[in-house]
């Protein structure tokens, strides 16, 4: 089994930062990607960023703000939020696509969403 640990969500004002974690712990070869999603409130939930090795992608709405940074010895990812905006506001949720140990496939894991709350 494997699970994602997010942790870092918070009430913040607008304009203000806020640094989600996300652990993965379990029967882990390896990492081959990770990422963050979001989900707004009534809306759809969104990719927000992936990394890939040192490769990383943004949604638009987010480039220039977030960034998105892993570490696979720790099998944590990271995502720096600066210049936070109320539409910012969402439950954020990271997934890693993972080799598994004892079967070397590789299956997608999430974690259970820590809130975001960017007030105007």
């Known amino acids: 089994q494997v699970h994602l640990v997010e942790s870092g969500g918070d009430l913040v004002q607008a304009g203000g930062s806020l640094r989600l974690s996300c652990a993965a712990s379990g029967s882990i070869f390896s990492i081959e990607l990770m990422s963050w999603y979001r989900q707004p409130p009534g809306k759809q939930r969104e990719l927000v960023a992936t990394?890939?090795?040192?490769?990383?992608n943004y949604v638009d709405s987010v480039k220039g703000r977030f960034t998105i940074s892993g570490d696979n010895a720790e099998r944590t990812v990271f995502l720096q939020m600066n210049s936070l905006k109320p539409e910012d506001t969402a439950v954020y949720y990271c997934k890693m696509g993972v080799i598994v140990t004892s079967t070397l496939e590789r299956r997608d894991y999430w974690g259970q969403g820590t809130q975001v709350v960017v007030a105007s």
């Open positions: 990394i890939t090795g040192d490769i990383t």
